[in-house]
């Protein structure tokens, strides 16, 4: 790994411990993404293309269920 | 060179070796020093540079003349927009921190669709403008190569993940544990301190629970060549690094306060005065916060906002507001409302104008305290004044004098004694408030103020007061 310009340090267990959750956590993750690409072909078909694309990710929009 | 003003440089931009924040002449510029000149370049013709600011993700910046750069070794200046208010995480509610993380994550999904990655994840590197987060350090950016681990993990965990854990399922209140830690709350600490039932919870027993265990772990035998050797093979495909940032941002989203209520979030809608009371008191501030907006006035202080009632008048009549409240809840609520409904010219902030935050990091220097950061044309002060005095035992003569340090010009309540809220807060001690009375209170502040203005708020003897600040040069 290249470290040169790693300013910040990332910390000898934290390297060690992502890659194992990360290897752990991948399996559901292609998992749900084979799914929902399955799902978004399958929804092609009839017409309907832009429900198909779900993004969580916009950070104002995020967080609908919190508490008001 | 000698005709030109001195450049100083910022002084928390001090960690990075790729460049830093400076002011000439109270202009903001960042100097990109030789050693990342190559990440630089590709942030441009990646199109991330462009993207990011394009979305609103990163603030915009306009390049600069080389010339400017302080100090040698310099390959590009860039001027960025400047922030109107600078806040520290340890000032923003919950759900600020949180919408602030999943902005960082986002930065690196879009980095990571064009080959690029985040080197950091600070919470120092979020602001609020227009009431959204957006990040303002122009160079977190460099390229990713093939295997490589998410290097800003740690810091990430340490910056958001514990501390908006520790709010979610301990106390609101915790969020200002980034104030004693400046590099975030210790993974340890937070392990210790969340409910045994996070355990189970997959992502925080991963990211938090077990991360911990892992730093402690490794600290214990670090420095062995063994350890070295391990740390530095960690490779990850481009997969897994996608899978655990998925995970990470499920995790951050999946964090929510329990709907508590505590004792002020409500207060705004418990106020000891009619509704007659209620709108001749808006009808004042409005006029008083027009007659300073005349004037030149662009930036209000509320101070005691709680859930932003007079905030919005101030940013009805033309202010960029910064509302702060000591209250976690208060700030936590009014900040929701304020996304809910898009409006962006006021901020939310957590802050105890008796105890303000203070300048803590490197020299005392790196994170300036709260007064330093005032930038107010006026101070909004209403239903304070009886906190301070009777509720802190503050003097009301050191009341006025920190009013007029805030702001030239300041709209200030007087609730009398027999008013019921004062009555609350004397309810369990001896009044020991003699010079408590509105004659007490107008010779405290004329000290620092000239009255400008002065009028009763129908039906509950309470009086607003517009004031100027005496030029104390004469």
Redesign the interface.
Known sequence: MRLLFAYIDPGAGSLVIQAIIAALVSIPFFFRNAIRSTIGRLRRKPTDGASASVSSEDPGAAAPTDPE | MSDRPAAEREPGSY????GFVFRRDGTLYRQVNA??AD?WAAFESSGLHRALVDEGVLVADAPASLDLAPEPGAVAVIQPDEIGFISYPYEWSF?QL???A??T??AQ?MAGERGMTL??ASAYNVQFRGG??VLIDTLSF?RA?E?????????F?EHFLAPLALMAHRDGRLGLLLRTWIDGVPLDLASDLLPRRTRFSPGLA??LH??A???????AD?GSAA??T???????SD??????L??L?RTV?GL????RGTQWADYADQTSYSAAGTASKEAIVQRMLEAIAGDGGRRAWDVGANTGRYSAIAAAAGYEVVAADIDWAAVE?HY??L?SAGEGRILPLLADIAEPSPAIGWANAERASLLERVNADVVVALALVHHLAIGRNVPLAMVAQLMARLAPNLVVEWIPKQDPMVQRLLAAREDVFGDYSVEGFRVAFERSFEVAEEAPITESGRILFRMRRRNLGQ
Request: with cysteine.
């Open positions: 960690r990075d070796p790729s050693v990342f990440d759900s949180k919408d602030a999943l902005l994550l986002r999904a080197r950091d959204r987060p460099e190569h295997g490589e681990p998410w290097k800003p993990y740690r810091q965990c991963a990211h077990l991360h265990r892992a730093q402690r772990q490794h600290a670090a350890t070295a391990q740390a530095k093979a960690v490779t990850m997969g897994r690094r996608l899978a655990l998925d995970h941002r989203e929510h306060l329990p709907a609520r929701l409302a996304r």
